[in-house]
Nanobody
């Protein structure tokens, strides 16, 4: 059974960078599309980015275009979200999620991790 684990969250100053990782143990992510989502306190969950299993199809929310980059390293069974130029509005719990092969745009996926907290503050 696929279990996703996020890491890399933390406290960062505005303008700083973080790299989030999503990995799984015992199951290859190679055949899964992986998406990143976030939920801030009092707000609804929103899609941030998604990458297909092949890596050829990538989606970004408008509010992160040019700042965030999603990538996958199949050899290390990991998907990354590089986050640059972070803003206080980016503070949220970030979740990775998976389902086979294709991203349904930025709609929710089937299997979810537990999340990692990102706080952007001076």
């Amino acid at each position: 059974q696929l279990q996703l684990v996020e890491s890399g969250g933390g406290l960062v100053q505005p303008g700083g960078s973080l790299r989030l990782s999503c990995t799984a143990s015992g199951v290859t992510l190679n055949y899964y599309a992986i998406g990143w989502f976030r939920q801030a306190p009092g707000k609804e969950r929103e899609g941030v980015s998604c990458i297909s299993s092949s890596g050829y199809a990538i989606y970004y929310a408008d509010f992160v275009k040019g700042r965030f980059t999603i990538s996958r390293d199949n050899a290390n069974n990991t998907v990354y979200l590089q986050m640059n130029s972070l803003e206080p509005e980016d503070s949220a719990v970030y979740y990775c999620a998976a389902e086979p092969f294709s991203c349904p745009g930025l709609k929710p996926l089937q299997i979810w991790g537990q999340g990692t907290l990102v706080t952007v503050s001076s």
